[in-house]
C-alpha cells in the first residue's frame, strides 16, 4: 500500500506541474541604456541598426521607420495561448535620412496606447501604420489567406 499511495502523490503532483502556467518571450526592444546612445539629427538607420541590433520589421512606404516588437504569451495546461504583454519600438527618420523620433507602444485592452511619448519635437507621421500593425496581429483565418472556405 505504501507504493500505491507514493505513486498517487507522484501523479497529483505531477497534475500541478502540467497546471502550471508557462511563459514564452517572442521578439526584443533594445533597453532605454541602448535607446540613450542614439542621436536625433546625427543617427542613420545603418548606425542605429549597428548600435540596437536587427528590427523585427521596417517601413513599407519609404524604409523611414524601424520597428521593435515584443510580446510575452502565457499558457495554462491545454489552453490557448495569451498574449499578456506586447511593446513596440518605433524609431523613425527624417526626409535627410537622419533619427528623428523614438516612440513606444503598448497594448492595453486590445487598443493601442503610447507608453512613453515623442522624445523630439517631429510628430510621428507613420501612427496608421503602428495601429494597423498592432491591431491586426492575431486577427487573421489561415484559411483566408491560403485561398479557403470564406
Same mark, same amino acid.
Given at each position: ?5 507514493? #505513486?498517487?502523490?507522484? #501523479? =497529483?503532483? %505531477? ?6 502556467? %508557462?511563459? *514564452? ?12 546612445? %542614439?542621436? =536625433? ?12 541590433? *536587427? ?7 519609404? +524604409? ?7 510580446? *510575452? @504569451?502565457?499558457? =495554462? ?12 519600438? =518605433?524609431?523613425?527618420?527624417?526626409? +535627410? ?9 503598448? %497594448?492595453? +485592452? ?29 486577427? @487573421?483565418? #489561415? ?8
Amino acid at each position: 500500500m505504501k507504493g500505491t499511495g507514493l #505513486a498517487g502523490a507522484v #501523479a =497529483v503532483a %505531477l497534475l500541478l506541474q502540467a497546471c502550471a502556467p %508557462l511563459t *514564452r518571450h517572442h521578439g526584443y526592444v533594445p533597453p532605454e541604456s541602448a535607446l540613450s546612445q %542614439l542621436q =536625433v539629427g546625427v543617427d542613420t538607420p545603418d548606425t542605429v541598426i549597428a548600435t540596437l541590433g *536587427r528590427p523585427t520589421t521596417t517601413g513599407v512606404l519609404g +524604409n523611414r521607420g524601424l520597428y521593435y516588437v515584443e510580446s *510575452r @504569451f502565457r499558457q =495554462v495546461a491545454f489552453l490557448a495561448p495569451e498574449e499578456v504583454e506586447r511593446e513596440v519600438l =518605433v524609431i523613425s527618420f527624417g526626409a +535627410n535620412g537622419t533619427l528623428g523620433n523614438i516612440e513606444r507602444f503598448g %497594448l492595453e +485592452n486590445g487598443r493601442v496606447v503610447q507608453l512613453n511619448p515623442a522624445r523630439t519635437a517631429e510628430i510621428f507621421a507613420d501612427r496608421t501604420l503602428v495601429s494597423q500593425l498592432l491591431g491586426n496581429i492575431g486577427r @487573421f483565418d #489561415a484559411g483566408q489567406l491560403i485561398g479557403g472556405e470564406e
